[in-house]
């Protein structure tokens, strides 16, 4: 009997991963929100990686070795590349400042882009994802709306996520995290921002009141990430 261990792409641009023995079924289930849980919540979802064992055991352990990494690792692993698994695997830690704390390097023109697209938007919050390399932001995209009450919430159009993350995969810009604006609030993570973030490591930057600033998003809250302007 052949069993799968599966990784799946959700909604918001959070990764599900799980094990088998019907893998065609079992991603049916989960894209018809019959799966109770995780994925039902983080609809649409696409099957990104998948692999085969002869042991349901190997294919569990396989699961909780995988749900253990990085996003950056998870990606590697999408993209089938084994030597930036090894040399995460290696090196666990992102750059930092001499504080220790991570920093996220990002030109002018788009520290100011995320400024206009906050300000064109404004009273709705705009949105979209952050693009590059490390935590270096190579390319702010901006994305639709989605959320039926745009004045105080954001959801990125999830057709534009699964895109991002395609050309990724094929070899294009990281997907890094996510921005979104506060138009009457703070530029800093809301009670609504810290219910819908998964906790996977993702890069947020929120524009409010003239100012960005930039988060991680970790299971037991945000963390806030300090910057630098730096030259394209």
Same mark, same amino acid.
């Given at each position: 009997?052949?069993f ?8 918001g641009?959070v990764?599900?991963t799980?094990h ?11 894209q018809?929100? $019959?799966?109770?849980?995780?994925t $039902?919540?983080? #609809?649409p979802?696409?099957?990104?990686w998948?692999? !085969?064992?002869?042991?349901?055991? *190997?294919? #569990?352990?396989? !699961? ?9 690792k ?6 089938g ?6 040399r995460?695997?290696r $090196?666990k830690?992102g750059?930092?400042?001499?504080s220790?704390?991570? !920093?996220?390097l990002v $030109?002018?023109?788009?520290?100011t882009?995320?400024? *206009?697209? &906050?300000r064109s938007a ?10 590059g *390399?490390?935590?270096?932001?190579t390319t702010?995209? @901006?994305?639709?709306?989605?959320? @039926?009450d745009p004045?105080?919430h ?5 057709? &534009? #996520?699964i *895109?991002?993350?395609?050309a990724?995969?094929?070899?294009g ?12 609030g703070?530029?800093?993570p809301s ?15 929120i524009a ?6 930039f ?8 963390? @806030?990430?300090?910057y ?5």
């Open positions: 009997m052949t799968w261990a599966y990784i799946l792409h959700c909604r641009g990764f599900y799980g088998t023995d019907d893998l065609e079924l079992r991603v049916a289930q989960h018809s929100g $019959s799966v109770p849980g995780f $039902s919540k983080y #609809l979802v696409e099957l990104v998948s692999q !085969e064992f002869s042991a349901r055991d *190997e294919a #569990l352990e396989a !699961e909780r070795q995988i749900k253990g990494w990085s996003r950056k998870k990606l590697a692993l999408i993209r590349d084994w030597e930036a698994i090894a995460l695997a $090196s830690s750059p930092s400042t001499s220790g704390r991570t !920093e996220v $030109s002018r023109t788009l520290h882009q995320l400024f *206009e697209e &906050a404004h009273p709705l919050e705009c949105c979209g994802i952050l693009l *390399e490390g935590y270096r932001i702010v995209q @901006p994305a639709l709306n989605v959320h @039926p004045e105080t954001f959801e990125i159009d999830p057709q &534009a #996520l *895109e991002a993350h395609r990724a995969r094929e070899g810009p990281q997907v890094l995290g996510y921005y979104h604006s506060h138009p009457n703070a530029a800093e009670a609504t921002d810290a219910e819908l973030a998964a906790g996977d490591g993702a890069v947020w930057a409010a009141n003239g100012g960005v600033t988060w991680r998003s970790e299971e037991g809250g945000f963390t @806030p990430l300090s630098q302007i730096v030259d394209p």
